[in-house]
């Protein structure tokens, strides 16, 4: 039986973004093969997270390519990719939690993303649209803690899934937009 690796790291990724502590036995089983086949793959946890980053920033690249991040007013450029990052948003969760994937070394991927989610929090300054009294790098770490809050909302049922982006746009646009009077 040949087993589809990217089959076995969206099923670990389902059940990762549901209990973060799940093992390796249970990812296994999740994902239909045995412990073995599993560690033929991924010789432990931190090579099947390593292999979980870089299915997710594939997915992170992909959704900032979707957005089209430098076209039109910068509050319609976040709303696409709050859009386009919904699907990977519960991923996107579990990574950002995971602890050691920002020890030692970040992996290049991670600094590309920011460096481009930060980009549009700029641009959006420099047009007028955000606030400038808060930084590009705070307004893109608050877009991840955002992204992660609502995965996790709907995820236990305390939103339903089609107010994911409307929850994330209101409330960070609300708090990222420049008051008229400032």
């Known amino acids: 039986m040949t087993v589809d690796r990217e089959q076995v790291l969206r099923t670990a990724a389902a059940l990762l973004t549901r209990r973060a502590s799940a093992t390796m036995d249970e990812v296994a089983r999740s994902a239909g093969i045995g412990r073995a086949t599993l560690h033929r793959h991924f010789a432990g946890r931190d090579a099947l997270i390593k292999a979980l980053e870089e299915l997710g920033l594939r997915e992170l690249d992909a959704a900032l390519d ?68 808060l930084s590009h790098a705070w307004l893109a770490d608050a877009f991840y803690g955002l992204i992660s809050a609502g995965a996790w909302t709907v995820q236990d049922g305390r939103a339903a899934p089609k107010d994911f982006q409307y929850m994330i746009a209101e409330l960070l646009l609300g708090g990222a937009r420049r008051s008229v009077n400032a």
Request: aromatic share 8%; glycine share 10%; charged share 30%.
């Open 66 to 133: 979707g957005a089209r991040l430098d076209e039109g007013p910068a509050d319609e450029a976040l709303r696409r990719l709050i859009a386009c990052v919904e699907p990977s948003a519960g991923l996107l969760a579990f990574l950002l939690t995971e602890n050691q994937l920002f020890e030692g070394e970040v992996y290049d991927g991670w600094n590309r993303a920011d460096a481009r989610i930060s980009a549009l929090f700029r641009r959006g300054q420099e047009q007028g649209a955000f606030r400038i009294d």
